[in-house]
């Protein structure tokens, strides 16, 4: 969750990664910008031990208590505060099955709390890491833009249409899991073969979901990129004069090419990294190249970002990013919606009834911070089961949604939204539901409560394709009373409601009652 927002003029963060444990400190500039003052890198192999046993062993835990101590000593020179540090992990702890041991020890021995990212964390703090960047750059409003990232465990991808997120995509393709299962064969004259026979059908996979037309453009925030970006740019005489700039897809291949033979040490030493970014470094670029030429791009735009840009951003701003952040969220839903050819017109109305209604019992009644949002997904999507069929769709929109990728929902948020769009109609929550016992307890009421607002939304579009109609709600006795300013004859949608709102009285002890306000209007004249 964003940090609360504060005052803080510096701020460091430090990220546990695959291969190695990175710190960075900022300062925040009077402009707006936050220059690093300190970067730190120790090498510590986290993802060696997850992807090959699932667990991080208790010698590891131990160097990357030795790390974070020596970051300790180098915020305390620095004068950064603890309450101005925050500790972040990926993929080679949030996939650990002792990751609450790991945690626990980290805690113990320094001091600082560890904050396990979810993959929609991750995206979203990669956006706020590139998001200044894309925003200066001609070709991201007119063209389609894909920022990846190859970590060690996992390549994400976030992908733009017009300068809106339309996707996040997380793929269980990364460069130590790559370098683990292939080990000699990447290696040698015949290690490029053996790489790009191993990428076809992963690759294939992303570039199909991705599912690109006309001009688009490839942004890299790994420092692998990078590193093959100064070593050509050095060799030309001249450094980037910018944070950002181009590699050819065809450079990194020939950089791959001289490297295959090398022992790991020799890359190591060649380009002044440690030996666990030395080991992935060749399956990273790799998988880069092939995702680029999948996608027919001769160049790869690199940017001087990271995912401990976006946490700093975060720390600085507060939740000031939220609003953009949602509107993102939600173009990526119309994005999901489109793909299964929803009726958008419908979901737009019903989706406006729901918040409307929503804001209105929120008065007396308890909601969770997010749940205007997961409600307003969960009504754009309520229909995306008719793409596979009209009988039971509501079935067919859960598996939809829940194994679907939202950019700015973890697989938890997800999950909840899948089932408020299943039980939109037909029969309510029971206990035999699998979908349904399978939640938490608190998770159970967050579905039942949104999901009743919902079927009351959806009967309350009388068209399916008009214009959406103005509402307005009132608690009468035992009843909500809600008013529409339509020319319609209510009577016969009563009726439906009468049916439809049965789990809506169930849930917050109200029956609903529809009135029509241009009649009620014409009495009171009368």
Known sequence: MPVKETARSEAAVIEIGSTSIRMAVARRQADGSLPHMDDLDLPVGLGRDTFTTEEIS???????????????????????MPENLRVVATSAVREARNQDTFRDRILIATGLPVEVLSEAAVSRLSYLAVRPWLQEQDFFKTADTFVVEVGGGSTEILAFAKGRVKAAHVNRLGSLRMQRELGDYARGEHGMAACEEYLTFPVAQMACALATEGAARMVALGGETRLVRNVFATRKKTMPQNATSSVLV????????????????????????????????????????????????????????????????????????????????????R???????????????????????????????????????????????????????????????????????????????????????RYHRRAAPRPTHEEFSDLTAADRVRVTKLASILRVADALDFSHEGSPVALHFEIVRDALVIRAQTHDDLKLVQRQMDARAEMFRTVFGLRVILRNAREDANHEEA
């Open 58 to 80: 208790a010698d590891t835990t131990e160097r990357c208590v030795a790390a974070i101590r020596k970051f300790q000593e180098a915020l305390d020179e620095l004068g950064i």
């Open 250 to 333: 065809s450079q990194i291949r020939d950089f791959i090419k001289a490297r295959q033979a090398w022992p790991v040490e020799q890359i190591a030493r060649e380009h002044g990294i440690s030996e666990h970014q030395a080991e992935t470094l060749l399956p990273a670029l790799a998988i880069y190249v092939s995702l680029a030429e999948s996608l027919g791009q001769s160049q790869i735009l690199v940017a001087d970002a990271s995912l401990r840009d976006g946490v700093l951003t975060e720390m600085f701003s507060g939740r000031t990013w939220e609003g953009e952040f949602r509107h993102q969220t939600l173009h990526s839903v």
């Open 335 to 421: 994005a999901l919606a489109r793909k299964y050819q929803v009726n958008l017109k419908h979901a737009d109305n019903v989706a406006a009834a729901a918040r409307a209604m929503l804001a209105f019992i929120s008065r007396t009644v308890r909601f969770e911070p997010h749940d205007d949002t997961l409600l307003h997904v969960a009504a754009l999507l309520h229909e995306i089961g008719m793409f596979v069929n009209t009988r039971a769709y509501h079935k067919h929109s859960l598996y939809l949604i829940e194994n679907s990728e939202i950019f700015g929902l973890d697989a938890a948020e997800i999950g909840i939204v899948a089932r408020i769009a």
